[in-house]
């Protein structure tokens, strides 16, 4: 690559503002945007050193499209490289979610908004079905992973066992099955191939050798863990001794803090463990109202887990704790934001030195493949929960013998939800439409039949 000139820092956070602000369609979308941009056009890097990196970030809890992102800024320009380039990345959806934040929580209840939000819904909830299906053919390769995914969506559907537990078993299962020798554990998880065009890392600026500036340096690694532990954790421990563990930004700052630590396998799993607690547990928000903040994510640019801002926002909005609601919702929103990613730069700038001395590790692998299967089942439970609550107004809860069981009042049915509902999945899987084109059609059909008066 002789002929290419390495790209300046200013030149890559032009790159970096770009994919900013065309990553729409959740993390599939993102990670072939990237990859397009990265390994296809620009030829930063190839096929197998955006595979090893896309692997890790799979590995870590948190939204992996923008820790790749995060990756391969470190891989290029070191420590501000990869904190511009995760920035970049986040920053158009923390302004576009932010601003329909404020005109949900000011005028969501006015007919034409609330129309828009229900048409909304069903797009939503046919786009995380599509997710169970793209995920499964993936990960679902053999009968182990089919009983694990299993058993993970009757432990958190039937059972409400926490979403990091499951998780963890996954990765147990996984690991100590590939040590042991099981087939069942062998032969690659994670992603295959991600663009249509394969490129080598010898053709590319990187090449096949990893940058000097990417060896272990523990006392680099320990002195940067300082940093962003700072940053991270010390906002939470000042809330707590301000404010005391009951206030409503203590709780959100616990709450999103541990999603942090606690949540693996992409956005739609953790918004599983989200719709669980926030919804459920803290009573921020109802379950459409979650359904509303997907649809959001869904159609700005950054990633999907942005969703929790909204949910961040809408929390301290209802407890505003003396402060007006519009202001208390926007700090719960930018408090959501910074707890929820600054501990991303952790993760990679603390892990990936060593993780680049690890190309290809089976154990690594095993457990990705156990965890993604393990998802599998936890989005369907999250495509569960949410189609009751679409197409049902009322939901009851059986709780006998260990189980907690949500199950619909039939006639309670929302028939014009559901038609919406069948019109979507028909667009996704027959039609093959994009995100984007089912959610505005579904968010203008809303609209119709309100204007019908068929809602």
């Given at each position: ?14 790159i970096w ?7 729409f ?10 990859h397009?941009i990265?390994?296809?056009?620009q ?5 197998k050193?955006?595979?090893h990196?896309?692997n890790?970030c799979?590995l ?14 470190w891989?290029?320009h ?7 380039a995760g ?6 959806g ?5 601003a329909?934040?404020w005109i ?7 007919g034409?908004v609330?129309a828009?939000?229900?048409g ?7 786009i995380?079905?599509q997710?169970v299906?793209r ?6 390769k053999n009968g182990a992973?089919?009983?694990i995914?299993?058993?993970?969506f ?6 409400a066992?926490?979403f990091?537990?499951?998780?963890l078993?996954?990765?147990?299962i ?17 992603h295959?191939?991600v663009?249509?065009?394969q490129?080598d ?12 500036h ?9 002195r ?6 700072v940053?991270?954790l ?7 001794v301000l ?5 409503v930004?203590?709780q959100?700052?616990?709450?999103f803090s ?6 693996f ?27 509303d903040?997907?649809g ?8 999907l887990?942005?969703?929790t801002?909204?949910v961040g ?6 407890e ?18 910074w ?10 700038f603390l ?9 290809d ?7 990705l ?7 599998v089942?936890?989005i369907l ?6 189609g ?20 619909p009042?039939w006639s309670s049915?929302?028939l014009?939800?559901a ?18 084109t089912?959610?505005?059609g ?14």
């Amino acid at each position: 690559m002789q002929d290419r000139v390495y790209p300046t820092l200013a030149e890559a956070t032009r790159i970096w503002a770009r994919i900013g602000l065309l990553s729409f369609g959740g993390p599939a979308g993102q990670i072939a945007l990237m990859h397009r941009i990265l390994v296809e056009e620009q030829r930063w890097l190839g096929e197998k050193r955006f595979l090893h990196a896309l692997n890790y970030c799979m590995l870590l809890p948190g939204p992996e499209a923008m820790q790749l992102a995060v990756y391969i800024g470190w891989l290029m320009h070191r420590t501000l490289g990869g904190i511009i380039a995760g920035v970049l990345f986040v920053l158009p959806g923390v302004v576009a979610i932010m601003a329909l934040s404020w005109i949900y929580a000011l005028y969501g209840n006015v007919g034409p908004v609330e129309a828009l939000f229900f048409g909304l819904k069903a797009a939503v909830l046919a786009i995380v079905v599509q997710a169970v299906i793209r995920i499964g053919s993936r990960a679902i390769k053999n009968g182990a992973m089919v009983a694990i995914a299993a058993a993970s969506f009757v432990a958190i559907f039937g059972f409400a066992v926490p979403f990091p537990l499951i998780i963890l078993l996954a990765g147990i299962i996984g690991f100590f099955g590939a040590r042991a020798g099981l087939p069942a554990f062998h032969g690659g998880g994670g992603h295959g191939k991600v663009g249509k065009v394969q490129v080598d890392d010898a053709d590319t600026l990187l090449g096949e050798e990893s940058p000097d500036h990417t060896r272990v340096n523990r006392a680099w690694a320990f002195r940067i863990s300082r940093v962003f532990l700072v940053l991270w954790l010390a906002p939470i421990a000042l809330l707590f001794v301000l404010l005391g563990p009951a206030n409503v930004f203590s709780q959100i700052a616990g709450f999103f803090s541990v999603m942090a630590v606690a949540t693996f396998g992409g956005a739609y799993a953790v918004l599983a463990y989200v719709a669980q607690e926030a919804v459920q547990n803290y009573g921020w928000l109802a379950p459409g109202e979650m359904l509303d903040g997907l649809g959001m994510a869904e159609t700005t640019p950054g990633p999907l887990i942005m969703v929790t801002q909204f949910v961040g926002f809408m929390g301290a909005f209802r407890e505003a704790s003396g402060l007006s609601p519009v202001m208390a919702g926007t700090l719960g929103g930018l408090l959501t934001t910074w707890v929820t990613f600054t501990p991303c730069f952790l993760w990679i700038f603390l892990g990936a030195p060593f993780i680049e001395r690890l190309r290809d590790n089976a154990l690594l692998t095993a457990a990705l493949t156990a965890i993604t299967a393990a998802v599998v089942g936890v989005i369907l439970n999250l495509a569960v929960w949410f189609g009751l609550h679409v197409v049902f107004d009322e939901v009851r809860t059986i709780a006998s013998f260990g189980l907690d069981l949500d199950v619909p009042v039939w006639s309670s049915i929302n028939l014009a939800a559901a038609a919406l509902v069948l019109g979507a999945v028909l667009a996704v899987f027959q039609f093959k439409l994009g995100p984007v084109t089912v959610l505005t059609g579904c968010a203008l059909a809303g609209m119709a039949l309100a204007a019908l008066g068929w809602t």
